[in-house]
């Protein structure tokens, strides 16, 4: 099966898109492919950061690859924290739901939230993809509420605080399955499925 580089060193992401039925790549980590490197978010836009990543393990590789970035975008705060929701409290990264950094995102946000009637929100994701050397973009978007309180233990990030609209439980009260009937990840790989089963047809 053809190889495709998942370039995050997020394993819960990898995890979440392993889980996806239907894809006719083999979908392998940064990990799995040897490759240790951190690589930089420098941009002000998901989508430039996006392009980065990818065009970064492109060159190192040659190999088809894709990335992600992904903000929580909250409307009562002008699309904050947006581009930077894995360090909004500060520099680090957050990977795990329960780890500090995560926690004190989500401290943050919801500091800055109190009182505010708006909790609109929406988690977007950008996906860059680099097939035979060529870029294609693809954008997922998930519409929800941020709670004034945590509510779930599973997932990661914002997940204990963004229910998602038409949902009863917040993402951190889900498992893998229900997460994805609702989410921004799995709304871009549901189009980037399409689109690789699509030029794999065309070639044949
Ligand atoms: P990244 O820069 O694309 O790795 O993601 C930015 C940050 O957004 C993550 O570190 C999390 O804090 C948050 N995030 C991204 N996807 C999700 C999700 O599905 N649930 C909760 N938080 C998420």
Redesign the pocket.
Known sequence: MHKLIFA?N?Q??VD?IKSIPGINYEIISLKEAGINIDIP?PYNT?EE??TEKSSVIYKLTGMDCFS?????EVEALNGE?G??????AGEG???V?KDS??EK?IEKLLFKMQGIENRNAQ?R?VLSLMLNGTEYKFEGI?KGIILAYNKGEG?????PI?LPLGAQRT??EMDMEE?NRF???KKVMDKLVDFLHNSTEKNK
């Open positions: 995050t997020n819960h992401k979440e978010e998901l950061n996006a992600e970035d992904t903000g929580l924290p581009v930077k929701s894995s360090r909004y990264k957050s990977f739901h950094i995560g995102n988690f994701t998930c997932g990661f990030g914002y997940d963004f993402f951190a997460k989410s921004h990840r």
